[in-house]
């Protein structure tokens, strides 16, 4: 294997380890906006039947 070959394997490797941390903060930000917006339903049903 020649040493540029080495740099792209590390290079990949270190970009699908990114990607899987990306992709739990996605996931958290997704649940904290599900909670955000099931509050503000909250409130809306609250100023609705006031």
């Known amino acids: 294997m020649r040493e540029g ?3 792209i394997a590390e290079g ?7 990607r899987e941390v990306v992709r739990r903060r996605l996931e ?3 649940l904290s906006l599900a909670a955000i917006d099931h509050k ?3 409130y ?3 100023i609705t039947a006031s």
């Open 5 to 7: 070959d080495a740099t």
């Open 12 to 18: 990949r490797r270190l970009l699908v380890e990114h």
């Open 28 to 30: 958290e930000v997704t």
């Open 40 to 42: 503000i339903d909250i």
């Open 44 to 46: 809306d049903k609250e």
